[in-house]
């Protein structure tokens, strides 16, 4: 077996991303995964602009962009139909910054 310097064990979205940003750096990886192939469900269901500066990093932010939308709002609820936690979009960085600065 050839040397790596690092060895990733699962190659979902966080093994993948770690995996993509070492080898960009000149590190030899190896990624091993329990599965035979990609697993066939999405697994990154929400990014956050957090994410997209990585994927810029990665350089694969333009070609995911065709493929992404905004986040829309969501709730979850219990059995009996109550309310356990409401997520909101949450406003792009700008207009944060814009809104503190309007608060002084």
């Known amino acids: 077996m050839k040397e790596v310097d690092v060895l990733i064990v699962g190659t979902g979205p966080t093994g993948a991303t770690l995996a ?19 697993y066939q469900l999405p697994r990154a269901a929400g990014m956050d602009h957090e994410v997209m500066r990585i994927a810029q990093e990665l350089g694969i932010a333009d ?5 992404i ?25 700008q207009e944060k910054a814009a809104a503190r600065l309007a608060r002084g």
């Open 20 to 38: 993509g940003l070492l080898g960009q750096r000149g590190l030899r990886v190896a990624v091993f995964d329990r599965l035979p192939d990609l």
């Open 63 to 67: 070609r995911m962009a065709p493929h």
């Open 69 to 93: 939308a905004p986040y829309r709002p969501s709730e979850y609820r219990g059995m009996d139909g109550q309310l356990i936690k409401r997520l909101d979009a949450v406003p792009p960085p």
